[in-house]
């Protein structure tokens, strides 16, 4: 069975900084693919960035970039230039790649505050 | 990216009454949708996993004939929470599976019950 630790529950973060939150998982499995989600007050789960395990280039989507160690198990999520609105509990998971109803494991998550 | 779309996104309903929650994937063919129920300043805990024309995998735990899920076709989802009662009040999410891409979730349902 997979499984999805974030071992930060809270972390803050100064406007316009830089914040990175840890995620590490575990799993048997070679072909993957790996998620970070926000969820504003809103509650909408949003995703945020995507990343293929059988690619070693890491993914960026604007201000955000992972940070993918598939050896260690590891998937940072690093946000640059950090805005108001970024301030969410943030969610990493993971999901098998192959065919099959494979469920969505999630993280505890990560509530990130942005200090103006 | 794909859109799941989840309706209502806000509910109150009487004690004892059944309410319907409906999960469309509006641009993708989703063959596996999963459900998901969060409370407060928690991570989502999966339900079950609803795969299109057979019956719904539960997570132990969860009552089956409480929680009725429905997926009649690739691209609705239905659960229905029946009898319900005020400790089914809870925030309740779905999302469907796209194969080469992932997993995206609906807006959610705030079932308030009363």
């Known amino acids: 069975a997979q499984t999805v630790t974030q071992s930060q529950p809270e972390m803050s973060v100064q406007e316009a900084e830089t914040v990175t939150l840890s995620c590490t998982y575990d799993?048997?499995?070679?072909?993957?693919?790996l998620f970070w989600y926000k969820q504003p007050p809103s509650r909408q789960m949003i995703l945020v960035i995507r990343q293929e395990a059988y690619k070693q280039q890491n993914a960026t989507e604007n201000r955000f970039s992972v940070n993918f160690q598939k050896a260690a198990k590891s998937f940072s999520l690093k946000i640059s230039d950090s805005q108001l609105g970024d301030t969410a509990m943030y969610f990493c998971?993971?999901?098998?790649?192959?065919?099959?109803?494979?469920?969505?494991?999630f993280g505890k998550g990560t509530k990130l505050s942005v200090i103006p | 990216g794909a859109v799941v779309s989840q309706h209502p996104s806000w509910v109150i309903c009487k004690s004892g009454t059944s309410v319907k929650i409906e999960c469309r994937s509006l641009?993708?063919?989703?063959?596996?949708m999963f459900w998901y129920r969060q409370f407060p300043k928690q991570s989502l805990m999966l339900m079950a996993t609803s795969n299109e024309g057979s019956k719904a995998t539960y997570e132990q735990g969860v009552e089956k004939d409480k929680f009725l899920i429905n997926h009649a076709s690739l691209t609705l989802s239905t659960l229905t929470v029946t009898s319900a009662h005020p400790e089914d009040s809870s925030f309740y999410i779905c999302s469907a599976r796209r194969q080469d891409t992932g997993a995206f979730f609906g807006q959610g349902t705030r079932l308030t019950v009363v």
């Open positions: 799993t048997s499995e070679s072909n993957y693919y």
């Open positions: 998971a993971f999901i098998y790649s192959g065919a099959g109803s494979y469920q969505l494991t």
């Open positions: 641009d993708f063919q989703a063959t596996t």
